[in-house]
C-alpha cells in the first residue's frame, strides 16, 4: 500500500548532552490535529491523531481532502514502546506490520535534546496575543540532519522541524485536546491481528517521519 521503499536512511543516535537545568518534558495524552508540509512547500498530510504519552502510542490518520487536498493517505498505529507499527488500509482492511528503527516522532521531544531557549511568539505584553515556548533541537542522524521542537509550557509540542541534507519536513500541531477521546483508535484492527512482521529490507530505517517521505 504506501509502504513506499525510502532512500533517505535515518538512524537513531543516542547523544549524550544533556540541558543542564532543562529536562524534556512529555507531552500528555492528547488528541488534534496534524499537519506535514516539506520544505517546498507541499501539504503532505493533515490528519487527526489520537496520543497516548504513557504507553507511547499513536494513531495517525490522513484524510486526503479535509480541508485542503493534500499529496499523501496514511493510516498508522504506532507502539513505540514495542518498536512495531502498522500501516492499515480501512477500505479493503489490510494491513502490514513493521518494525521502527527509529521512535522519534514530532509529538515527544526525545529524552537526550538539548534545550535551545525559550521564546515568545506574538506579543508577551498583550494577553492572549502571545505564546511562550520552549525550543528543544538534537541530531537525527548520522550528522545528516537535526530536529527542532517546539512545545508549551504545558508540554503540547506546537511544531517540529526535520532538517536532513536533501529535505525538511515541518509538522504542526493543533486543536489539541487533552484527552483520548476513542480509545479504540489505539488498539490494532481485528483484521490486523496475526499479521506477521515484514522484513525490513536492507539500509531502510522505518519511523513515523519516513512514512512521509
Ligand atoms: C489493499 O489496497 C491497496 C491499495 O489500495 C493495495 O496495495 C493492497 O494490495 C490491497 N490489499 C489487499 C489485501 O487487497
Ligand atoms: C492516558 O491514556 C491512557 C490510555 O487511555 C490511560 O491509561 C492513562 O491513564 C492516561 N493518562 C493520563 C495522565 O490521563
Ligand atoms: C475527510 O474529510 C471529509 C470532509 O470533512 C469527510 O467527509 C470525510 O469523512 C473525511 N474522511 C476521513 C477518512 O476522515
Ligand atoms: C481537491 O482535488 C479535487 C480533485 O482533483 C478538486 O475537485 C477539488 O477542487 C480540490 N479541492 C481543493 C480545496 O483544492
Known sequence: MYAAVTLFVFMCLTATTHAEHHQPCHSPNMT????????KGELKA???????SMGKKLRFRSNESYPMNTSLGLDLLMFFEEGIFYEIDSKNQSCEKKAL??????????????????LHSGSASIEGEGLKVNVWTGPMSEAKGHYSMSVTMGCLPVSTFYFTESTSFLFSN???ELEIKDPDLLTVPSFCLGQPLEETPEGTVNSFLNEFM
Open 32 to 39: 488534534g490535529l496534524l499537519t506535514v508540509m516539506t520544505g
Open 46 to 52: 493533515m490528519g487527526a491523531y489520537t496520543y497516548d
Open 101 to 118: 528503527q527509529c521512535t522519534m516522532h514530532p509529538l515527544d521531544i526525545p529524552d537526550d535534546a538539548t534545550f535551545l531557549t525559550a
Open 174 to 176: 493543533m486543536e489539541v
